[in-house]
């Protein structure tokens, strides 16, 4: 928790944004300040850090390793400096060539590389890394080896942006500018589906984020970032040859961004400035302690790189942050109107009806010729022993899985073909029995990522704060569910703080915040206590009275038997059982499967 004094404090929005409101003072005044050796070196730094803010949300929050992107700097690079020396263009028409070229570019190779897991991802980005850097170096007219020289000066309102200390501005312009939008991008709605990107991808597909579309989109706007890079550096050295835009250069680029903070868009600047300066210093002192010439500070970097990712995973700028009196954090809920719910379906109207469905891994039959129907207002309770086949059903009635044989139709239409997006996008919405929350982030955050489907600002309109009316009614909208369910004390604490069964109703909301007519629970008790037990039913008691149906998974017999309007038993894939709960537990066949025959 916060002291009340830092609470104060941040929630004062001046002092909130006062270290960066002193980050920008040093930077308007340091060409005023510093020598110009200085001035050039935080120019590269700038240059370095704007790819590194690229890398931050792909690889630090989306988990997507690129090792490529020196490459898309070269192609920044390159588009300026061949067009403007051969045709004359302007330099600021050859950005947007260079963006358009960059884009096209990582389209291609994002639709081939991004549906790549593992190690795969990671290996195609250094395939395409190198082959960039040869082209550059093998194609004649880009001047081989060599490269291209006498690059034109950019100008801006008629001012010729000559020398370093004039250049600096515009670099740092770009910097700054990339921090805000990417800031404000990963605050948004958009920004938690990216966050949901590393280790919560089944999770945000079901809750109707399409994570494809999400992952190439940061594969994009790293390699905009890129090459926007690429033009400055191509400007303001006004020669280019291949040796930046190399693998080896890729690789540093990550490196700045795991020392400096992965997840943090303040590390990639931190990583940069930390990089270039030790590798200056060690350019410089390394020949002279060791009495010979030769790229030492590479081997240094090797070593360090090792170092840091053994001990230090987290980078720097966190332990940075923890020494900071203030710490930005939004502890209140902005006021929103209620967002609009969808039309409710009809009492005793058949929402799911699933039919033979059959499911197989390999040899082992999950489910096996199983029948489940659910209607709106009513509680469907599904029970049989550990390993019956009952997740794997939920699986496959809410497309996170694929039945292997059968009919499976929601609202009346077959769910088939479809994903777990597009029947989320329908109505159905669902918890995991292994929690899948996001641990670090907030629980209004997990929260409103249920509401991904009742929201449609972009990336765009999320970079300019012009999200900010939707994104209110989309926090609103997950602070009531949190309330509803009884943990408005926790709402602004990291969900991977709290205990496991209060994690477990966490998902409860999260699923509520989508607006369902169908809500699949899959052991919702577990964990909690009897008191927290007896809250929840009453809330499932609510939502069934509102006409929601529920389709519950459940081990705890006195409170599937206190709830349930009909049960359906499992065991070994198969349906044994099917009934009103007095029906259910006086069934000898139940007697004997599920409770081993003792009564
Ligand atoms: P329940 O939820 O009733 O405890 P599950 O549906 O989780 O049961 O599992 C049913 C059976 O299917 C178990 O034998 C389990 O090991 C197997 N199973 C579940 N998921 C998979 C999977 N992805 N791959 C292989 N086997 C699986
Ligand atoms: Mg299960």
Not at 210 to 219: S, V
Not at 485 to 504: E, I, T
Request: charge should be neutral; include cysteine.
């Amino acid at each position: 928790m916060s002291t009340p004094t830092r609470l104060t404090l941040t929630r004062c929005p001046l002092l909130r944004h006062l270290p960066f409101v002193a980050f920008i003072c040093l930077l308007l005044v340091a060409p005023y300040l510093l020598p110009e050796f200085s001035i050039t070196l935080l120019n590269y730094i700038g240059l370095y850090a704007i790819v590194a803010v690229g890398l931050v949300l792909l690889t630090g929050v989306g988990g997507l390793t690129s090792f490529g992107q020196a490459a898309f700097v070269g192609l920044g690079a390159y588009t300026t400096a061949f067009l403007t020396t051969n045709y004359g263009l302007s330099p600021w028409l050859t950005l947007f060539i260079g963006l358009a070229i960059t884009a096209a570019v990582a389209l291609f190779l994002g639709f081939i590389t991004l549906r790549m897991g593992g190690h795969y991802l990671p290996l195609g980005t250094i395939a395409w890394g190198i082959s960039l850097y040869f082209l550059f170096g093998n194609v004649e007219f880009l001047g081989g080896h060599t490269g291209i020289t006498s690059i034109p000066t950019v100008s801006l309102f008629g001012w010729e942006l000559k020398s370093g200390n004039q250049f600096y501005y515009l670099i740092w312009f770009v910097v700054v500018l990339a921090i805000i939008a990417i800031r404000n991008l990963l605050d948004s709605r958009e920004g938690r589906a990216i966050r949901a990107l590393r280790g919560g991808v089944v999770m945000a597909e079901a809750m109707g984020v399409n994570t494809q579309r999400t992952k190439i989109i940061i594969f994009l706007i790293a390699a905009l970032l890129a090459s926007t890079s690429g033009w400055l550096y191509a400007h303001l050295q006004r020669f280019v040859n291949p040796t930046p835009f190399s693998l080896t250069q890729g690789i540093e680029y990550l490196f700045m961004v795991v020392v400096g903070g992965m997840g943090h868009v303040w590390g990639a600047v931190l990583g940069a400035g930390l990089i270039t300066i030790l590798k200056q210093w060690l350019q410089d002192w390394l020949p002279q302690i060791l009495g010979q010439s030769g790229n030492f500070e590479i081997i240094v970097f090797g070593i360090a790189m090792v170092i840091v990712l053994q001990k230090a995973r987290v980078g720097l700028w966190p332990v940075i942050v923890k020494l900071l009196p203030l710490r930005a954090e939004q502890r209140s809920v902005p006021e929103a109107k209620m967002l609009p719910k969808r039309p409710l379906t009809v009492t005793n109207e058949v929402l799911l009806e699933a039919s033979e469905v059959t499911k197989r891994f390999g040899g082992l039959v999950a489910n096996n010729n199983m029948d489940l129907s659910v209607r709106a207002g009513e509680v469907m309770a599904l029970i049989g022993p550990n390993g019956a086949g009952k997740s794997t059903m939920f699986n496959c009635v809410s497309g996170v899985d694929r039945a292997s044989e059968g009919k499976i139709a929601f609202l009346g239409d077959s769910t088939v073909d479809q994903g777990s997006r597009d029947i989320a996008r329908r109505g159905m919405s669902r918890t995991f029995q292994h929690v899948r929350l996001l641990g670090q982030m907030s629980v209004i955050e997990n929260v409103a990522i249920g509401a991904h489907l009742r929201g449609n600002k972009g990336i765009i309109a999320a970079a300019l704060r012009l999200d900010r009316v939707e994104e209110a009614g989309l926090l609103a909208e997950a602070a009531r569910q949190i309330e509803r369910v009884g943990l408005a004390a926790h709402m602004f604490d990291p969900a991977g703080s709290l205990a496991l069964g209060q994690q477990r109703i966490v998902e409860i909301a999260r699923a509520l915040a989508s607006d369902p007519c169908l809500l699949l629970l899959d052991e919702p008790a577990a964990g909690l206590r009897y008191q927290e037990k007896q809250a929840l039913a009453e809330l499932l008691r609510k939502l069934r009275a509102e006409g929601m149906g529920i389709l519950l998974v459940e081990h705890d017999m006195d409170f599937v038997m206190g709830l349930a309007d009909r049960v359906v038993v499992m065991e070994f894939g198969e349906k044994i059982c099917e009934g009103l709960p007095e029906e259910v537990q006086r069934d000898p066949r139940v007697l004997e499967a599920y409770l081993g025959g003792v009564d």
